[in-house]
């Protein structure tokens, strides 16, 4: 019989194994193509596969071809508001998802307060401080409608935006509070006088301001119905006490984020990949139980089959934080699967206020096409 054996061993051959599909991947290897794969140790899987000829033995070609992607790449609108939106990008690489959002955060213009010209401050806030506070007001106001200031620019109606600042606590009077609400728009330019050294200059002409306004502001169509005025009326910039003034003129002007955060148009901006949830055998009865109290943000439910049998579903999975607390434990790496989505992003944009999000990402995408036509220009 040990013979026999020996001699059926020996018959076996790797051409009598079953042929691989051809123009389609073996699943285990689809699934490590397509999804990263969360254990409770770590994740695996990660990286994203690029090269073409990867899976040119079985017929499949890897390439990055327009017309695939064409087909493949949808946006998909989840939420959207005045000041934040969430969407999901689907058939994209990380890469291309990390370059809007870095984009978003650091190359899109805005306008902010840049030089704060002080007549008077006696609050407890220094000078310094108080500039800083300032500039980081958001802005209501589309920088799309200005230029930039140059160093050989001079302030013009065209690149800089003038607010006013004038508060002052009377003696006797309770402690103030000075809010953003408190800058004032002032369309024709710089109220504020520069000194001058010529004593004899002739009394009669305009006296020398800070800014060369050639018309008002208010006569820009944009700005009749829509005044400037800052985002957020109730931003604290200095509490006064009895006896104390502050007299400011501030200046803002057109800025990108990788220059001073302050410019920049986002609070925040972030994407993550499409949480996938899998059981992989019915969770029934207490074990189901277990499994929804284990989930912090009640990814599972329960499911009444009738009598008193209850089995666990996935309900939420898109709110899954991959916090792996249903896998931990005996078994239960082999009842639960936790999976990420490569070439889905769910990408969420908190706007500060000076552009509605979705015009953002609008002119982020924007960015990027000029970014890539630079390139193919240079190499042609």
Same mark, same amino acid.
């Given at each position: 019989?040990?013979?026999?054996?020996?001699?059926?061993?020996?018959?076996?051959?790797?051409?009598?194994?079953?042929?691989?599909?051809?123009?389609?991947?073996?699943?285990?290897?689809?699934?490590?193509?397509?999804?990263?794969?969360?254990?409770?140790?770590?994740?695996?899987?990660?990286?994203?596969?690029?090269?073409?000829?990867?899976?040119?033995?079985?017929?499949?070609?890897?390439?990055?071809?327009?017309?695939?992607?064409?087909?493949?790449?949808?946006?998909? /609108?989840?939420?959207?508001?005045?000041?934040?939106? #969430?969407?999901?990008?689907?058939?994209?690489?990380?890469?291309?998802?990390?370059?809007?959002?870095?984009?978003?955060?650091?190359?899109?213009?805005?306008?902010?307060?840049?030089?704060?010209?002080?007549?008077?401050?006696?609050?407890?806030?220094?000078?310094?401080?108080?500039?800083?506070?300032?500039?980081?007001?958001?802005?209501?106001?589309?920088?799309?409608?200005?230029?930039?200031?140059?160093?050989?620019?001079?302030?013009?109606?065209?690149?800089?935006?003038?607010?006013? %600042?004038?508060?002052?606590?009377? =003696?006797?009077?309770?402690?103030?509070?000075?809010?953003?609400?408190?800058?004032?728009?002032?369309?024709?330019?710089?109220?504020?006088?520069?000194?001058?050294?010529?004593?004899?200059?002739?009394?009669?002409?305009?006296?020398?301001?800070?800014?060369?306004?050639?018309?008002?502001?208010?006569?820009?169509?944009?700005?009749?119905?829509?005044?400037?005025?800052?985002?957020?009326?109730?931003?604290?910039?200095?509490?006064?006490?009895?006896?104390? #003034?502050?007299?400011?003129?501030?200046?803002?002007?057109?800025?990108?984020?990788?220059?001073?955060?302050?410019?920049?148009?986002?609070?925040?901006?972030?994407?993550?990949?499409?949480?996938?949830?899998?059981?992989?055998?019915?969770?029934?009865?207490?074990?189901? #139980?277990?499994?929804?109290?284990?989930?912090?943000?009640? /990814?599972?439910?329960?499911?009444?089959?009738?009598?008193?049998?209850?089995?666990?579903? /996935?309900? =939420?999975?898109?709110?899954?934080? %991959?916090?792996?607390?249903?896998?931990?434990?005996?078994?239960?790496?082999?009842?639960?699967?936790?999976?990420?989505?490569?070439?889905?992003?769910?990408?969420?944009?908190?706007?500060?206020?000076?552009?509605?999000?979705? /015009?953002?990402?609008?002119?982020?995408?924007?960015?990027?096409?000029?970014?890539?036509?630079?390139?193919?220009?240079?190499?042609?």
């Amino acid at each position: 019989m040990a013979e026999g054996a020996g001699e059926e061993k020996k018959k076996f051959s790797i051409w009598d194994l079953p042929d691989v599909p051809v123009g389609q991947l073996p699943p285990h290897l689809e699934l490590q193509r397509s999804r990263v794969s969360c254990n409770k140790d770590a994740p695996i899987h990660t990286e994203s596969i690029q090269y073409s000829g990867a899976y040119a033995s079985m017929g499949i070609d890897n390439s990055s071809r327009l017309d695939r992607f064409s087909n493949n790449f949808r946006v998909e /609108v989840v939420r959207l508001n005045e000041d934040d939106m #969430e969407f999901d990008m689907i058939g994209i690489d990380a890469a291309i998802a990390n370059s809007f959002r870095r984009i978003l955060i650091a190359e899109l213009p805005t306008m902010a307060i840049e030089k704060v010209l002080i007549a008077n401050n006696t609050s407890i806030i220094q000078d310094e401080v108080l500039a800083h506070r300032l500039g980081l007001v958001p802005i209501r106001v589309d920088p799309r409608l200005f230029d930039y200031l140059s160093e050989n620019d001079q302030p013009n109606e065209k690149n800089t935006v003038v607010f006013k %600042l004038h508060v002052q606590c009377k =003696r006797g009077s309770p402690r103030i509070t000075v809010k953003s609400d408190a800058l004032k728009w002032l369309p024709n330019g710089s109220e504020l006088v520069k000194e001058t050294r010529n004593a004899t200059s002739d009394s009669s002409s305009k006296p020398e301001t800070y800014t060369y306004f050639g018309c008002s502001q208010e006569t820009i169509p944009e700005f009749v119905k829509n005044p400037i005025i800052p985002k957020y009326p109730d931003i604290i910039i200095a509490k006064l006490g009895p006896g104390q #003034e502050i007299e400011l003129e501030a200046h803002a002007v057109k800025g990108i984020g990788k220059t001073h955060a302050k410019w920049s148009p986002v609070a925040t901006a972030w994407y993550r990949m499409l949480p996938e949830v899998v059981l992989l055998e019915d969770i029934e009865d207490d074990l189901a #139980e277990e499994l929804k109290s284990k989930c912090p943000v009640n /990814v599972f439910d329960i499911e009444d089959l009738g009598k008193g049998r209850r089995r666990a579903t /996935v309900a =939420r999975p898109r709110a899954c934080t %991959l916090c792996r607390e249903c896998i931990r434990g005996d078994d239960w790496e082999k009842r639960v699967a936790l999976r990420r989505v490569k070439d889905h992003f769910i990408f969420t944009i908190e706007s500060t206020g000076a552009l509605p999000p979705e /015009v953002l990402f609008t002119e982020a995408v924007k960015i990027l096409e000029d970014k890539c036509e630079r390139v193919i220009s240079e190499l042609s």
